[in-house]
């Protein structure tokens, strides 16, 4: 791992996230330097980790999440006429839309993400001009830190800028949002956007998905935040993440009948859940129990978080591993042998799986000062297992999406 990147999550660790030089020298040579462009601006989005709350968002609990300083990179700039073209760095092809042709299509590309924003924009954009905009960045996609909403709330807010439509910070959020859910039509719930859009550096969000409320609650500035990568893309990652959507709406489904009051799993009690959990079958018992015990854990580690009780909010990390693990049925044994071995070494408070889930990342709450050797512990544990290294980062925490100068 690189030495030189380490971080503390309440350090002002913006430098790695600015590497805008590579992407303007890539947006002439793609772009040319056409006279027909105005002054090019370059945006940053963070990506994020979620440390406590897996699958509630959907569940309508609440999540802990924080932004990390690796994102999405988007250079913009406007055009003399009405079209808009995107490329990324990363992916073959130029996308081409016209603002006057009305909604834009689908194309079960990448660029259905940045699409479905512009999409959602149409209507305030007015007689705005064209813009040619490039992609790049340091986000690994598929790796469970939210590529996805880094792109779309990365793309609101350099449109939002570039067009001057003065949007609020939640209405480039629920852009965002729009364009995961509708346009690309993915089943997630409201956390990524959230979080990468309201980052406040050396904080957690504390965000209740039943009514969208949030607040900042601020971090040990002596933790860092370590991710581990296992490496592991599963394919069809999408429609298991559906998948388990709609088995936690089965579950609730059954239960509802005994608790009419509740709007969603995360409304269910324990004290309700537990006598009826020998009638229900295997699946839906098992989501149903993960959802409910995480909903208890996340309030009792904010509540450890605002007591200073690392420890038990490190302790509440590990149990919703073993629960995502055996209940929610979302972890890998990549997964698991990073977050057992992280949790043997000195420094550690707690680990478990951040995302979906399926592959992608770990996520390791450690102090500070013992975050390089235990990333290094942990690289060989997985080595000698795996046969080939995972890569790990210290991340520092971000302050949300912004223009670079
Ligand atoms: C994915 C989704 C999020 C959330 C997590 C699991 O990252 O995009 O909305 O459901 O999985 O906590």
């Given at each position: 791992m690189?030495?030189?990147?380490?971080?503390?999550?309440?350090?002002?660790?913006?430098?790695?996230?600015?590497?805008?030089?590579?992407?303007?020298?890539?947006?002439?040579?793609?772009?040319?330097?056409?006279?027909?462009?105005?002054?090019?601006?370059?945006?940053?989005?963070?990506?994020?980790?979620?440390?406590?709350?897996?699958?509630?968002?959907?569940?309508?609990?609440?999540?802990?999440?924080?932004?990390?300083?690796?994102?999405?990179?988007?250079?913009?700039?406007?055009?003399?006429?009405?079209?808009?073209?995107?490329?990324?760095?990363?992916?073959?092809?130029?996308?081409?839309?016209?603002?006057?042709?009305?909604?834009?299509?689908?194309?079960?590309?990448?660029?259905?993400?940045?699409?479905?924003?512009?999409?959602?924009?149409?209507?305030?954009?007015?007689?705005?001009?064209?813009?040619?905009?490039?992609?790049?960045?340091?986000?690994?996609?598929?790796?469970?830190?939210?590529?996805?909403?880094?792109?779309?709330?990365?793309?609101?807010?350099?449109?939002?800028?570039?067009?001057?439509?003065?949007?609020?910070?939640?209405?480039?959020?629920?852009?965002?949002?729009?364009?995961?859910?509708?346009?690309?039509?993915?089943?997630?719930?409201?956390?990524?956007?959230?979080?990468?859009?309201?980052?406040?550096?050396?904080?957690?969000?504390?965000?209740?998905?039943?009514?969208?409320?949030?607040?900042?609650?601020?971090?040990?500035?002596?933790?860092?935040?370590v991710v581990a990568d296992t490496g592991v893309?599963?394919?069809?990652?999408?429609?298991?993440?559906?998948?388990?959507?709609?088995?936690?709406?089965?579950?609730?489904?059954?239960?509802?009948?005994?608790?009419?009051?509740?709007?969603?799993?995360?409304?269910?009690?324990?004290?309700?859940?537990?006598?009826?959990?020998?009638?229900?079958?295997?699946?839906?018992?098992?989501?149903?129990?993960?959802?409910?015990?995480?909903?208890?854990?996340?309030?009792?580690?904010?509540?450890?978080?605002?007591?200073?009780?690392?420890?038990?909010?490190?302790?509440?990390?590990?149990?919703?591993?073993?629960?995502?693990?055996?209940?929610?049925?979302?972890?890998v044994p990549e997964l698991d042998c990073l977050v057992d071995s992280a949790m043997s070494q000195?420094?550690?408070?707690?680990a478990?799986l951040?995302?979906?889930?399926?592959g992608g990342c770990a996520?390791i709450?450690?102090?500070?000062?013992?975050?390089?050797?235990l990333a290094e512990a942990v690289a060989t544990d997985f080595e000698r297992r795996f046969a080939h290294r995972p890569k790990i980062e210290?991340?520092?925490?971000?302050?949300?999406?912004?223009?670079?100068?």
């Amino acid at each position: 791992m690189d030495g030189e990147h380490a971080q503390t999550i309440g350090a002002r660790g913006v430098d790695r996230a600015e590497p805008s030089d590579g992407l303007a020298r890539d947006f002439e040579r793609l772009y040319g330097s056409a006279d027909n462009l105005g002054d090019l601006r370059v945006f940053f989005a963070p990506g994020r980790v979620n440390l406590m709350g897996a699958h509630l968002d959907y569940n309508g609990g609440p999540v802990m999440p924080t932004a990390i300083d690796r994102g999405t990179l988007i250079a913009v700039a406007t055009r003399r006429d009405r079209k808009v073209r995107l490329r990324s760095v990363s992916e073959p092809g130029e996308f081409e839309i016209d603002l006057d042709a009305g909604r834009p299509r689908r194309r079960g590309r990448w660029v259905d993400y940045p699409v479905g924003v512009l999409a959602g924009m149409l209507g305030r954009s007015g007689e705005r001009p064209g813009v040619d905009v490039l992609f790049g960045g340091n986000l690994p996609v598929g790796a469970g830190l939210s590529s996805s909403a880094s792109i779309c709330v990365g793309t609101s807010f350099a449109l939002d800028q570039v067009w001057e439509l003065g949007l609020s910070p939640l209405e480039r959020v629920a852009l965002a949002l729009d364009a995961e859910r509708e346009f690309v039509g993915v089943r997630c719930g409201i956390m990524d956007p959230y979080a990468v859009g309201l980052a406040q550096p050396g904080c957690l969000l504390w965000l209740d998905c039943l009514d969208s409320s949030f607040e900042h609650l601020p971090i040990d500035p002596d933790l860092s935040i370590v991710v581990a990568d296992t490496g592991v893309r599963r394919e069809l990652a999408q429609g298991d993440f559906n998948q388990r959507v709609s088995e936690a709406a089965e579950a609730f489904a059954l239960l509802r009948p005994h608790h009419r009051q509740a709007t969603c799993l995360r409304e269910i009690p324990l004290a309700v859940f537990e006598p009826l959990r020998d009638s229900l079958a295997d699946v839906p018992r098992r989501r149903a129990q993960h959802v409910i015990e995480e909903v208890e854990r996340t309030f009792r580690a904010r509540a450890c978080l605002l007591d200073g009780d690392l420890g038990g909010f490190g302790t509440a990390m590990a149990e919703s591993h073993r629960s995502l693990r055996d209940l929610y049925d979302v972890s890998v044994p990549e997964l698991d042998c990073l977050v057992d071995s992280a949790m043997s070494q000195a420094g550690v408070l707690g680990a478990r799986l951040t995302g979906a889930g399926f592959g992608g990342c770990a996520v390791i709450l450690a102090q500070s000062a013992l975050s390089e050797r235990l990333a290094e512990a942990v690289a060989t544990d997985f080595e000698r297992r795996f046969a080939h290294r995972p890569k790990i980062e210290i991340f520092a925490g971000d302050r949300g999406p912004r223009e670079l100068t």
